[in-house]
């Protein structure tokens, strides 16, 4: 499109009938390209002061897929200057948008009903919103937009008249707000419902902009058909939100206001790295209501949000709380859930205790052990009953930080020579305890020769550290926490039996199964009236000292009596949700299929590790949840230096979210961060991050190729690939300088275990004489894969100095690549294409590499022209005959 269309100067030109609110529409027309340099003028000012005549969108698209919109200029619709509805897969790119600051409802772009939207390198400003994303859209990326004046970039508004919304991940990154008057905001009105979740606002520009950022959930407060909502009314449910590396400054105190529904928790909203200073220099003001786990604070005028990713733990923990935040957490392996074993007797216990069912729901098991995840302990099998609303919990946990069982009791609580056992606990979450878990999970160092958490304990429970903390500790007596190293001596107020000083599981099913008939028994005979059992005799029969039994005092049953039998394991009762710690040590792999110990902790640092920032899952887990169908993911590895703003991370990510097909397998992607700050930058923008620890080596900067330092860095991914395929997962590893503009998987052969890329291909996929590049593999899990990797990692003692890849160029000619069967295959660098040898065909091309080029700045200026060139090609209405890349340029320098 060139030159200029133009509408009707006056309202009354207008044929205002039913369709008058579109001028310029397209319905269902698919592969559609607008492109060009000319000028679509709506002429909208007659309408813009006429609340009551409805008024057209200027340029409408409904039901077209694969659009493509670049070039043109808008300018003073009557409304809407663009509409994006029902459509899939949308790119927009290098247009304009004008129209006055005080045009009303001149929306740049309003995004409904659709998904995989790409909008970059555009200038919007209008008298409303740049950019309106409305309900049903899922996967808008929005890259490079300059916005101003209007009302930023929106997400709504959403749930007007008790409507349903669904808008899931929003990505807005590198973006600039110029005299707005608000930047990133999200809107609802009361009354609605739905939700709004996964969306991300990062490396934005404020300049003199109000409301940098905003959360607005009263926007209107109308609920369904108009009327006024009430205040248990649903609304709009707004989760994972994050707002990343704001700077600059604005023409309003309040930088960040979240106003959200008291109804529906803002949850899991995360704002970090903002500096934003006030045009006039007063103290800007946060303002923050109804938000789930906020914690703010501020430093030098940046504000920042602590982190607490919601993991699939923590939402078990949210769910599963008590309105105090109680949980009661057991764990269970696969013995202990076998049928008739503990957890059966534990779930009985809970069905025939009085007034203990109700309790199921606050109770949370895992078969991954999960207390270990707070301390790294040897777990003590136990049953044990437990009162509700009975003295304990009154008289006995109100005035405590952390209270213990014991195996033996002296009749003092306070007193540190109780012999304690953990398999009963009580710990308020606060900073004393924390403090203290950490303490006791690292002094496990001093004390190698007893490995059982209950044993350090006893010994460190006298160390002035924890007088020093301030932790109040009390001990339970075992009249009201009974075990079998001290059974209780009165059942009518006995709370827990713990079948301590006792081995093996059989042993603990048979006596804990006599511990239950001696409990149904005592409510049979002794619930019938107000009266109390004037002897307690406990027919355990592994003790015949057990059987004399103990005389008892007498007690008021009219206190609920709660039975607990069969905990699997320790047991918590958390006063609050914990977030547990995540770490690996990739000195020591085998650690992969099992979750690490956390270091003793520097109780005097202020940095953040990255074990306060993560959720703890072991790696198997993170490539479980991340895994395909078929058990196969994609995997990358990151250092700081890569995963800076505005470095390779980005790039790469966002040639997932423009390539063809490529967005909905970001979700597969593994990130293996190799130090701390690599790590915290991942989990802003991405959810399956994974650190590895290394103590030999500092990995968190530029590492230039073939230096020794890199070279450790290539032998450590071989080494953890080796360990992914032994634990049953098919990969593709990928270098994050590798930009994805295709799905590459219908690519690949069907019949190779080992599929790599080149950096020159002689034309033969099944010639060994290619020159391979590492940096893009697949490989199938099978035991010839698993011998190859094991073989070429060894293969490194007889090559000192060399490149992981270089050894594979010695080693792909040896006898025992042919005597292990393995088939492998050469990728064409027309679908894999890269620096060395570029693709010829960009309709065809799947990947570019950034290889044959030392340097960061070098990669990151030529991966930034083949994301230009991409985008200029995906803007072209024909198939293009004749592939040229702008690349390599710097890459080539001396």
């Not at 220099?281 to 923050?288: D, N, S, V, Y």
């Not at 056992?421 to 606060?430: D, E, L, M, P, R």
Request: hydrophobic residues 35%; contains cysteine.
């Amino acid at each position: 499109m060139d030159g200029d269309i133009v509408a009707p100067s006056e309202k009354s030109e207008w044929s205002l009938d039913q369709n008058s609110q579109r001028w310029i529409s397209f319905e269902s027309v698919s592969d559609l390209t607008v492109i060009g340099t000319g000028t679509i003028n709506g002429f909208g000012s007659s309408f813009w002061e006429d609340t009551i005549t409805k008024r057209p969108t200027a340029l409408d698209f409904n039901n077209c897929n694969n659009l493509r919109i670049s070039g043109i200029t808008l300018k003073d619709s009557p409304q809407n200057h663009i509409s994006i509805n029902n459509c899939d897969t949308v790119v927009i790119s290098r247009i304009q948008i004008l129209a006055p600051e005080d045009s009303p409802n001149t929306d740049g772009i309003d995004i409904s009903a659709s998904t995989n939207v790409h909008i970059s390198k555009s200038s919007i400003g209008t008298g409303d919103d740049c950019i309106a994303i409305k309900t049903r859209s899922v996967n808008i990326n929005i890259t490079r937009v300059v916005c101003g004046p209007g009302h930023g970039i929106s997400i709504g508004s959403l749930g007007a008249n008790g409507q349903k919304a669904k808008v899931e991940n929003v990505h807005v990154t590198y973006c600039t707000f110029n005299k707005t008057k608000n930047g990133a905001r999200i809107k609802t009105w009361q009354g609605g419902e739905g939700y709004v979740r996964h969306v991300y606002f990062e490396h934005i520009t404020i300049i003199d902009a109000m409301n940098p950022i905003i959360i607005d959930q009263q926007y209107k407060d109308k609920g369904y058909h108009g009327l006024e909502s009430a205040e248990d009314s649903e609304d709009v449910a707004i989760s994972d939100a994050k707002f990343i590396d704001f700077r600059g400054t604005t023409s309003n105190e309040n930088i960040i206001t979240l106003n959200c529904s008291k109804i529906k928790l803002c949850e899991n909203i995360v704002v970090d790295d903002i500096d934003i200073t006030t045009m006039d220099r007063k103290e800007p003001k946060i303002e923050c209501s109804h938000v789930w786990n906020s914690n703010w604070f501020s430093q030098n005028q940046t504000f920042v949000k602590q982190r607490k990713p919601v993991s699939e733990l923590d939402r078990v923990l949210m769910n599963a709380a008590m309105e105090d935040k109680t949980v009661i957490i057991t764990a269970l392996n696969q013995a202990w859930v076998a049928p008739n074993s503990i957890f059966d007797l534990f779930l009985e216990s809970f069905r025939i205790g009085i007034g203990t069912e109700m309790l199921l729901k606050h109770t949370c098991w895992s078969e991954r052990v999960l207390v270990s995840r707070l301390l790294d302990a040897r777990l003590a099998a136990m049953k044990f009953l437990k009162r509700s609303n009975c003295p304990w919990l009154q008289l006995h946990l109100h005035d405590a930080d952390f209270q213990i069982t014991c195996d033996n009791y002296n009749g003092k609580p306070s007193d540190k020579s109780n012999w304690v056992n953990s398999g009963f606990t009580y710990v308020k979450a606060n900073n004393k305890t924390a403090k203290f878990y950490d303490f006791w999970c690292g002094s496990r160092r001093r004390f190698r020769g007893r490995k059982h958490d209950q044993d350090i304990l006893n010994f460190i429970k006298k160390d002035p550290f924890v007088a020093k903390i301030g932790i109040k500790i009390r001990f339970l007596d075992t009249v009201y926490f009974g075990g079998f190293c001290q059974p209780s001596k009165d059942v009518n107020v006995v709370n827990t039996m713990h079948s301590n000083c006792c081995m093996g599981l059989n042993n603990k099913i048979r006596y804990l199964n006599d511990v239950l008939r001696d409990w149904k028994q005592y409510l049979s005979e002794n619930l019938s009236g107000n009266t109390t059992l004037a002897e307690t005799k406990w027919n355990l029969r592994h003790s015949k000292s057990l059987d004399s039994g103990f005389s008892i005092g007498q007690k008021d049953i009219t206190r609920i009596l709660i039975l607990f039998l069969g905990l699997t394991a320790s047991c918590l009762v958390l006063y609050k949700a914990a977030y547990p710690l995540q770490q690996l040590d990739v000195n020591n792999l085998s650690s992969l299929l099992t979750s690490p110990s956390p270091p003793l902790p520097n109780l005097n640092s202020s940095e953040t590790s990255p074990e306060t920032i993560i959720p703890k899952m072991s790696f198997k887990e993170i490539l479980a949840n991340a895994s395909m169908k078929n058990n196969t993911v994609i995997i990358t590895t990151l250092n700081q230096a890569w995963t800076k703003p505005n470095s390779l991370f980005d790039l790469f990510l966002e040639s997932f979210r423009i390539g063809q097909e490529t967005q909905r397998l970001l979700k597969h992607v593994v990130v293996i961060c190799l130090d701390p700050k690599a790590l915290r930058r991942c989990i802003q923008l991405h959810p399956n991050c994974y650190y590895i620890e290394t103590s030999e080596t500092d990995f968190s900067g530029e590492k230039l190729f073939n230096t020794p330092d890199y070279l450790k860095m290539m032998w450590r991914r071989i080494e953890l690939l080796t360990k992914v395929l032994e634990m049953g997962f098919t990969f593709i590893f990928t270098d994050a300088d590798i930009m994805w503009l295709r799905d590459p998987f219908p690519r690949l052969y069907p019949d190779g275990d080992f599929q790599i890329a080149c950096d020159s291909f002689s034309g033969d996929p099944y010639d060994v004489n290619n020159w391979v590049n590492g940096g893009f593999t697949y490989v199938k899990s099978n035991n010839r894969t698993i011998e190859f990797y094991k073989f070429w990692h060894k293969s490194r003692l007889n090559y000192p100095g060399l490149h992981d890849q270089d050894v594979f160029n010695k080693i792909k000619h040896d006898p025992f690549i042919t005597q292990i069967g393995i088939q492998m295959r050469f990728f064409d660098t027309v679908y894999f294409g890269g620096f060395c040898q570029t693709s010829r065909d960009i309709n065809l091309v799947c990947t570019m590499h950034a290889n044959c080029c030392i340097g960061l700045e070098r990669k990151l200026h030529d991966l930034n022209l083949v994301l230009d060139d991409w985008i200029k090609y995906l803007s072209m209405s024909e198939q293009v005959k004749k592939t040229t890349w702008s690349v390599p340029m710097k890459c080539l320098e001396k």
